[in-house]
């Protein structure tokens, strides 16, 4: 008889069939006990309104508001009952509450220590007309992001990554002779969507992790986005400190600052509408400035400062400068690419123009020399060419023109009277056909010690 067997195929589908309906299948959990620990945790409520906790009786008193007598509440009262309600369901966890602020005109009369790290978002901080606005007292910061060994020292887990953005702080006045802040950033924290007007400093961030006691801080990696500052008595946006470097501004505007720059220059050293004089620098993009004048003086300043020292590699991509501003000031190390902004420093480039360059070359680390380009300190000079290393040959090899003679001089320096070769055109030449002329003597004179550094650029 003949045996028909079973393609390979078939087999298999029938052997996994057996399978899928002779073997037991997984037990199924219990949903009791899940239900049990689920009504043990207690829920978190992930966003709370501030303008909840207003009672209006007690925190909106009647003020005259840009002239109008008004009821505007003061916000300060509700920051406490809603911390008070939020802090307890965050437990030992390391986050902070999450606190929006409805639409509206509102007074804040405390100001708010950060310690931790909180988001605190508007309804719309835009410069024309924001949604939530918040007017402060004179001589009040609003916002102070604290140092992180003052909040560790009250046994809370710091700012870092805390949040404020789409709102409208404004100082009702501006006379306070002691420096007030709109933001006070100790901390390395997330700005967005805010504009600040009135303040001495429209922001400031300024920390050091090597600072004694509770003001040991870091705020490195500090982010800015949409910030507006205006009518600020010094800088707009000012940075500072040791430990204030690699931040991020994306289109911060900062105009009409340094109001009162005279008198405050002395507590907070030079102004200019954005100061970024970080220990090691910034960046800053499509940002924009315009006028910076004291009122009373007339005494005009810098749009930017990237920079107050050889440490600073700050940079200024596609920065604008507008109206009424001193030259913007590049620290020796900064830069600035593209743009509109005058700059006084040699680290910039617009277009196919460049500030000025510096090319080393060290491939024989015995004989190193260096070729420069663009704003150099002897006059007419457009190229320089320095050995490095030798102290007995330090005279630099200068391209210069010199516009009296109508010539261009071939300096090879070190030469008696510091001309060793003149090319160019004499003024009763005939034809026009110049001439090539040599100078001085071969003797050479000693360096001096300006010779004898390095070009600056």
Same mark, same amino acid.
């Given at each position: 008889?003949?045996?028909?067997?079973?393609?390979?195929?078939?087999?298999?589908?029938?052997?996994?069939?057996?399978?899928?309906?002779?073997?037991?299948?997984?037990?199924?959990?219990?949903?009791?006990?899940?239900?049990?620990?689920?009504?043990?945790?207690?829920?978190?409520?992930?966003?709370?309104?501030?303008?909840?906790?207003?009672?209006?009786?007690?925190?909106?008193?009647?003020?005259?508001?840009?002239?109008?007598?008004?009821?505007? /509440?003061?916000?300060?009262?509700?920051?406490?009952r809603t911390f008070r309600r939020c802090?307890?369901?965050?437990?030992?966890?390391?986050?902070?509450?999450?606190?929006?602020?409805?639409?509206?005109?509102?007074?804040?009369?405390?100001?708010?220590?950060? /310690?931790?790290?909180?988001?605190?978002?508007?309804?719309?901080?835009?410069?024309?007309?924001?949604?939530?606005?918040?007017?402060?007292?004179?001589?009040?910061?609003?916002?102070?992001?604290?140092?992180?060994?003052?909040?560790?020292?009250?046994?809370?887990?710091?700012?870092?990554?805390?949040?404020?953005?789409?709102?409208?702080?404004?100082?009702?006045?501006?006379?306070?002779?002691?420096?007030?802040?709109?933001?006070?950033?100790?901390?390395?924290?997330?700005?967005?969507?805010?504009?600040?007007?009135?303040?001495?400093?429209?922001?400031?961030?300024?920390?050091?992790?090597?600072?004694?006691?509770?003001?040991?801080?870091?705020?490195?990696?500090?982010?800015?986005?949409?910030?507006? &500052?205006?009518?600020?008595?010094?800088?707009?946006?000012?940075?500072?400190?040791?430990d204030t470097n690699v931040g991020l501004?994306?289109?911060?505007?900062?105009?009409?600052?340094?109001?009162?720059?005279?008198?405050?220059?002395?507590?907070?050293?030079? /102004?200019?509408?954005?100061?970024?004089?970080?220990?090691?620098?910034?960046?800053?993009?499509?940002?924009?400035?315009?006028?910076?004048?004291?009122?009373?003086?007339?005494?005009?300043?810098?749009?930017? &400062?990237?920079?107050?020292?050889?440490?600073?590699?700050?940079?200024?991509?596609? /920065?604008?400068?507008?109206?009424?501003?001193?030259?913007?000031?590049?620290?020796?190390?900064?830069?600035?690419?593209?743009?509109?902004?005058?700059?006084?420093?040699?680290?910039?480039?617009?277009?196919?123009?460049?500030?000025?360059?510096?090319?080393?070359?060290?491939?024989?680390?015995?004989?190193?020399?260096?070729?420069?380009?663009?704003?150099?300190?002897?006059?007419?000079?457009?190229?320089?060419?320095?050995?490095?290393?030798?102290?007995?040959?330090?005279?630099?090899?200068?391209?210069?023109?010199?516009?009296?003679?109508?010539?261009?001089?071939?300096?090879v320096g070190g030469l008696s009277d510091?001309?060793?070769?003149?090319?160019?055109?004499?003024?009763?030449?005939?034809?026009?056909?110049?001439?090539?002329?040599?100078?001085?003597?071969?003797?050479?004179?000693?360096?001096?010690?300006?010779?004898?550094?390095?070009?600056?650029?």
């Amino acid at each position: 008889m003949a045996i028909r067997t079973v393609p390979w195929d078939v087999a298999a589908a029938w052997w996994l069939l057996a399978a899928f309906v002779l073997l037991p299948g997984p037990a199924i959990a219990d949903p009791e006990p899940a239900r049990a620990r689920a009504a043990s945790v207690p829920l978190r409520r992930s966003v709370f309104e501030l303008t909840d906790e207003i009672q209006v009786a007690k925190d909106c008193p009647v003020r005259k508001v840009r002239g109008k007598s008004t009821p505007i /509440c003061d916000l300060g009262p509700a920051f406490s009952r809603t911390f008070r309600r939020c802090l307890p369901e965050l437990g030992d966890d390391r986050s902070g509450c999450v606190i929006t602020v409805a639409p509206g005109t509102y007074e804040l009369r405390t100001p708010q220590r950060i /310690c931790r790290p909180h988001v605190i978002r508007g309804a719309g901080g835009g410069a024309f007309g924001p949604a939530t606005r918040i007017y402060t007292p004179d001589g009040l910061t609003p916002f102070r992001f604290a140092p992180f060994a003052e909040c560790r020292a009250a046994e809370e887990p710091g700012a870092a990554g805390a949040e404020l953005s789409h709102l409208a702080l404004e100082a009702y006045a501006q006379t306070s002779t002691t420096p007030f802040f709109g933001l006070w950033l100790g901390d390395k924290v997330v700005i967005e969507h805010v504009h600040l007007r009135r303040y001495t400093q429209g922001i400031r961030i300024n920390a050091g992790a090597k600072r004694k006691r509770l003001e040991a801080s870091n705020a490195n990696a500090w982010w800015l986005a949409e910030v507006w &500052v205006d009518q600020s008595a010094h800088a707009g946006i000012h940075l500072d400190g040791p430990d204030t470097n690699v931040g991020l501004a994306l289109r911060p505007v900062a105009t009409s600052n340094c109001r009162d720059a005279v008198r405050f220059e002395k507590i907070l050293g030079p /102004c200019a509408n954005i100061y970024s004089g970080d220990f090691l620098g910034s960046t800053f993009v499509a940002a924009q400035t315009a006028s910076a004048k004291d009122l009373t003086t007339k005494t005009a300043y810098p749009g930017y &400062v990237m920079g107050d020292s050889a440490n600073s590699r700050s940079v200024c991509l596609g /920065c604008y400068a507008e109206g009424d501003q001193l030259p913007s000031i590049l620290a020796k190390n900064a830069n600035a690419f593209g743009g509109l902004t005058t700059w006084s420093g040699t680290g910039w480039m617009i277009g196919p123009q460049v500030g000025g360059l510096s090319l080393l070359n060290d491939r024989d680390p015995k004989n190193p020399v260096r070729l420069v380009l663009g704003r150099l300190a002897a006059p007419g000079t457009f190229l320089e060419l320095t050995p490095v290393s030798s102290e007995e040959m330090r005279w630099p090899l200068r391209l210069k023109l010199d516009l009296e003679e109508q010539v261009f001089r071939f300096e090879v320096g070190g030469l008696s009277d510091s001309t060793a070769m003149v090319i160019g055109a004499a003024k009763n030449a005939s034809l026009g056909l110049g001439k090539l002329r040599l100078e001085g003597t071969p003797e050479l004179k000693k360096p001096s010690k300006a010779e004898l550094r390095p070009p600056k650029l």
